[in-house]
């Protein structure tokens, strides 16, 4: 498939999300670490799948620390939130662009999301770098500009 195909099939992706609900209110970036002194971590970083394997992962961690243990395996079809991986000139540290709804209240601020990002992620998910996130509200009537971001952005 051609990287604009894919994206526009990643468009078209969000747009049904959209439409079936889904409103993200916070838009975060976070780094995974470059394996600093490991090869066997570095080749991690450049293989799809277990960088895919990573993110499944602190999606689980994310709603885990969000909807309790087991609960938000049981929420409804519609996205809770789109996650894209984002490689730079670094190959071996890809970031993470993520747009998520609201949070129920307790978890809704951007305290609480910095300082799971930040401290809580990295220390559960070893492939996570410590005060690499950055978490900024999504305006409304911007969500468009930025699933746009997100879908061009594709590296895969």
């Known amino acids: 498939m051609k990287l604009q195909q894919l994206i526009e099939a990643n468009e078209e992706m969000l747009q049904?999300?959209?439409?079936r609900g889904f409103l993200p209110a916070w838009y975060v970036v976070?780094?995974?670490?470059?394996?600093?002194?490991s090869r066997y971590q570095q080749q991690r970083r450049i293989d799809d799948n277990e960088v895919r394997k990573d993110i499944a992962f602190h999606k689980h961690t994310l709603y885990q620390w969000v909807y309790g243990q087991r609960r938000w395996a049981k929420l409804s079809n519609r996205a809770r939130s789109v996650w894209s991986i984002e490689y730079g000139r670094n190959k071996e540290r890809p970031h993470i662009n993520m747009l998520i709804e609201a949070l129920p209240a307790e978890f809704d601020e951007h305290k609480r999301l910095e300082d799971f990002f930040n401290l809580t992620l990295p220390l559960r998910a070893k492939s996570v770098l410590f005060d690499s996130s950055h978490i900024q509200p999504v305006i409304p009537t911007t969500e468009m500009k930025l699933l746009r971001y997100v879908c061009k952005e594709t590296g895969l």
């Open 30 to 37: 976070y780094h995974l670490n470059d394996g600093f002194n």
């Open 16 to 19: 049904r999300q959209l439409q």
